[in-house]
C-alpha cells in the first residue's frame, strides 16, 4: 500500500492515504466520523483532533484563528487543515453524547391499518391428480388476496421451501404482493421501523405491526455530518465530489442499519422479519436516502427530483431488514418543505383542528404551516441554524453541559443539562437568556447589548458586572468558570443571530396569516413541533416575538411530531394515503418571491 | 495456479484443471462447447476430440465401446472419459453447421398493439415560478398517460439527464410506465426481440416495434447442450451440480445475448433500442430461463415452479437490452406442454378454426392440442428424440449430410442436405426410408426387418443387396461410402426407435380423440408444427402411421410456429392475453395417468 499511514483512536483504524489529503478527508476514507460542521472548508474550526505521535506540516492561517497557543502546545490540530510529513497518530475527541436529552415519543400504541399482513397456510401437497404448479398452490390457497403473480426472486425460492418445509409456511402479505414466504407459522411476527431522517441526528422507531405498538426507539448522528454540518454543504458535497452522492447515501443508509442492528437486539427480534420501513425527511435528506441528486435544490428555483411518496423494495437501497421490505418514502412539499413536515401535520391532525391552526417546526430551517377554511399553507424559512446552538460562540447542542434555560433577577440562575459544568449553550437557554436580558433592560428593543456606562445604577450591580467589552465586541456572562475553561457568555453577535432567526420565522408566519386573510388574533392553536419546541420556555419564545401576537394559552409543544407522523403513516395505509393528501393540499408559499417579506422581515428583528 | 493446463484448439482457450476433472469437465469451466447428448454420462458416445499433445490417462470400458482401433490411433478420445497425466492439448472438431436449414419464418410484417410507445418531449423548464419537480414535470408533459410515478432508476437519471438536453427528450412508455427517457427526438426506433428457446436451438427474431416488421432471425446452439442433450439430463445437471441451476441459467443467457448482438449488429441498430422481449420455450426451458429450479419436473407429478405468464425487467435477467426493457416469458400449459406450444396455437389460430382441428408439434416430445366445440386439450408424449435424430444409429441434426429424403423404387434414391456426400440421417430421412422400406415389403407391419433369404426373389435385386446382417442386428444400407468412412445404413434397432416415437404421438393423439368424443374423420384440419413438419414428407408420415387416419389433403405443415407465436405476443398486447387465455382454457390430459394409453400405444406400434 502507497501513502501514509493515519492511525486514528480510539477505534484503532488505520488507513493509508494519499499525502495531499488531510486527516479529514483521511478519516472520511477509514470510515471514522470527525465532526465538521462546515464540511471541510475550514469556517466552523469544529474538527478539532489531537496529534499523539508523528510530525505534522505547519499550522494554516485557518489554524491560527481557531486554536490557542494552549491548544497547539497541546497538539491540538483542525482535522480539514492538518497534514502529516509522514505517518500519524490521531485522537478524535469522543462525541457529545447525543441521547443525554431523551428522544420525545408520548405514542404508545398506534391505530393499525397496515396492508402486510401474514397467512399461515397448510398447503396440499402435490399427487399425480393435483399437478399445479407450486405458484398457483401458493395463489389458490390465498384465494380472496387477489394476488395474480409471484416476483421471480420469491418465486425461486419456493420449490425448495415448500418442500423442505412440508408444504406449512406463512405466507407474508404487502396488499395483492407475496412479499415473501416464511417456515412454520410466524403470524404473530411482523416488524417496522420508522424513521426521522435529520440532517444532524437519525432516529428510528421500532413497531410491532401485529399489535400496533411502539416497542423502542434508538438515535444516531447522521454520519453525512462529517461532509456538512447543513444541507447546503450536503448539496455541495454530492455534486461536486466525485460518488459524493453514494457516498452520503452509504453514510445514511450505514446509520439507519446501526440503528435497525441496535432496535433489533433490544427488543429481540430478528430484523427478518421487518417488512415495513417509512421514512421521513427533510427533501435533501430524501434525497440523498433514495440516492438522487438534490443538486438543483442547491440553487433557485429549488427544484426536487421527486415529491410524491415512493415505495421501494428495501433490496434496492441496501437496507438490512428483509429483503423484499417495502420502504415507503412520504411525500414532499416543495424545495424547502420535506416529508418531515409533512409527517408532522399528520400527527399534528393539523386539518381536524376547528379554526385556523399554524404548526411551527423549529431546525435549522424553519418551516410553517396553516390551515384556514380547509386551505393549507406553507413555507419555509431560512431561520439559520441557530435554535440548535450553531453560529452561536459558546452554542453546542442540547447534550450534557449545554446550559438549557435561563432566568434573571438580581442575579442570574441556570439549569444545565446533565448537572454538569456548563460548558455552552444550546438553543433554548439562549432564547431563555435573551429573554431575559431584554426584560432585564440590558438589550434593548433594537437587540443591542448595552455597555455598562448606560446602565450605571439601573440594573442590580451583580448583573451590571457581568458585562463586558472584548475585541469582538459586548458581551454578557452567564457562567463564570472555575477551571481554566472559558467562561459561558451570550455576545451581542450572538444576540443577532437569534435575531435573524426568529425575524425570519416571524416575518414566514405573518406572511401565511396575510395570505390566508386572517390575522394573529383569529388562530385558534399553535403548535410548536421539533425536540426543540418542547424545551424551551413558551414564555420566552412569546417574549422575544418568535410567534406572531397570539395568547400563550393557545401555543402547545407537540414534540417530535415528525417522528410520530413517521410511526403512524408505518402502521397505516390510510394515513399515508393521508399524508399524501395533506402533501398534495398544500399551497406553498416562496418568501424570497414575496415583496412583502422584506418588510415584514425588518418589522419582526425588534424585541417587542 | 493449481492444476492441468488443458488448451482447447481451434478456439485457442487455456484453463488449469483439478487433475481429476475430464476434458469434458475442463471444457464446461473453460466456457468451450463440446457436444456431449447424454451429458457426459458415458451413454452417447458423441463427445469425440482429439488428443493434439499430452499424455492420457488409459480408454476407459466406454471408450473401447465407442472408439475403433483407427480412432484411437488418430487419437481420438471421448472428453467425458479422458483425463490427462499432464498438460494436454485438446482439438474439438467444428460443430455441423446448424443453419444449413434455414430458419423457416413467412411472417414479414406483424399486426402491431404494443403497449411500449415513445412520445418526444418539449418541456418547460423551471423557473421561479414553476418549481415542480422533475418527475412531476414529466409526467404533466405526459397527460393522459396516467402515469403515477416513476421507478428510482430512472428518477435517478432524470436530473442531469433533462437539463444536460435542454429538457428535450423521448419518453419510453410501457402502459402507464415510464421505462426510461432518451436524448432528443427518437420516436421510430422501438425494436423488439422473440425467442424462441430450443432444447437444441435457440432463435431470435428481430421487430421493428414502430413499423412492425420482422427484420432479421439468427440462431445458435444452446449452449446448454454440453450439459445434456435432452432436459432430463438439464434437470438432473442443475439439480445435482453446485450452481448447476445457475450455469444453465447463464449458458442460456450467453446465447440470447449473442443472438441480439448479431441481429444488431446485422441491422445496424443499438442493443439499447430494444425495449421488449418475448419469449418462448418449453417449460424446462422457460424454468432455466429465468433460473427457476425445474428440479419437480424431472420426477411424476411434474410439478412447475409457474405457469402464467411472466413480466420480468432485462436487468434483472442478465439480457444485453436496454436496461428497463421488459421480458415477456409465455405462460405454459402443464409439466411438458410449455410456452412454445402455447405460442404455437397463438400462432396457427388454434381456436379460429371451424370444426375441430389439431395441432402436433413433433420434436423431442410430442405435444398435441386438439379443438373440439369450444374446448381445447393437450397432451404431451414422450415421442423422444427420434425425430430429430438422436438414438439413431447414424442418426443427426438436418444438417450439411444428412440424408433428408429417401425414394426407393428399384433402388434406393436419396437427397442429401448441401448436397453433400451423405454422412448420417436425420429425421425426416429416417421417416421417408422406413416408409419406403415398409412400402416395398422389406419391413413388415410389425416393424421387423426381413433378412434376406425371407426376401430372395421378391424384391428388386439390387435393393436385396443392400440387406445385411451385422452383430446388433439386421440392417439395410442407404448410402454406400466410396471412402473409408462407413455406409449411411437404417438398423433394426432405429426401426424400433421410431416405431416407439411415432406409437406415442398417434397414442397420444388418439386419446385426445377419446376424450373429446370424436375421431379421426371428424378433424377439420392437423397443423404440423416444428421445422421438422415443414421437412417431412406429408405420404410418408401417414404412411408409417404416425397421425390419425385423416385424408393428407387436411394435414398442414405450419413451419416454426413457437417462433411465430413469440413474434405475434412480441408485438401485441392482446396476442399475448389471447396467449395466456389458450394457456389457461386447456385441459391436459396426463397420458401416464390414461389406463387406455397403454393399449392406444401398443395398436398404435404397428406400420398400417
Known sequence: MAGRKIIFHPEEKTIFADEANTVLEASQKAGVSIEATCGGR???????????????????????NFLSAQDVEKGIALACQCRGYGDLEI????????????????????????DVKKEYLELEKPHIHDFRPDEKRLIDALKGKQINSLQLDVLSSIPSFLRENDFRVTAVLAGSELLAVEAGDT??????????????????????????????????????????????????????????LKCLQ???????????????????????????????????????FLGLSPAALGKSPFIQVFSSMKVIPAKNLGLKVNYHAKVIVLPNIAGYVGSDTVAALLAVGIDK???????????????????????LYTCSTAAGPAFEGAHIYQGMRATEGAIEKVRIDKTVNISVIGNAVPSGICGSGLIDGISELVKSGIINKNGRMLPQKDLDGKIPEELWHRLRMRDSGQEFVLHYSSTKQEDVVITQRDVRELQMAKAAVRAGAEILLKEAGIEAKDLNTVKLAG???????????????LLPRVDGQIVYPVGNAAGEGAILALASEEKRQHAEYLARKATHVELSLRPDFHTAFRDACAFV
Chains 1, 2 share one sequence.
Request: overall charge negative; hydrophobic content about 35%.
Open 42 to 64: 475550514g469556517t466552523c474550526g469544529k474538527c478539532r483532533v489531537s496529534i499523539l505521535h508523528g510530525q505534522r506540516e505547519p499550522l494554516t492561517k485557518v489554524e491560527e
Open 91 to 114: 485522537l478524535v475527541p469522543e462525541k457529545e453524547n447525543g441521547s443525554s436529552r431523551k428522544v420525545i415519543l408520548e405514542t404508545k400504541t398506534v391505530p393499525l391499518d397496515t
Open 187 to 244: 403470524r404473530n411476527k411482523i416488524y417496522g421501523v420508522a424513521f426521522d431522517i435529520g440532517t444532524t441526528t437519525v432516529v428510528g422507531y421500532l413497531l410491532d405491526l401485529c399489535q400496533g405498538l411502539v416497542l423502542g426507539a434508538a438515535s444516531r448522528t447522521n454520519k453525512q455530518s462529517s461532509y456538512g454540518a447543513d444541507v447546503i454543504s450536503r448539496i455541495q458535497f454530492s455534486d461536486e465530489q466525485v460518488n459524493g
Open 250 to 288: 452509504e453514510n445514511v443508509m450505514d446509520v439507519a442499519n446501526e440503528i435497525i442492528q441496535e432496535l433489533a437486539q433490544q427488543n429481540g427480534i430478528d430484523t427478518e422479519t421487518v417488512y415495513q420501513v417509512s421514512v421521513v425527511g427533510n427533501t435533501v435528506m430524501s434525497h440523498l
Open 353 to 375: 383542528n376547528t379554526g385556523p391552526a399554524m404548526m411551527i417546526d423549529l431546525g435549522t430551517n424553519g418551516e410553517i404551516a396553516l390551515t384556514c377554511e380547509g386551505k
Open 531 to 545: 425536540a426543540f419546541g418542547s424545551f424551551v420556555r413558551k414564555e420566552s419564545i412569546l417574549s422575544i416575538g
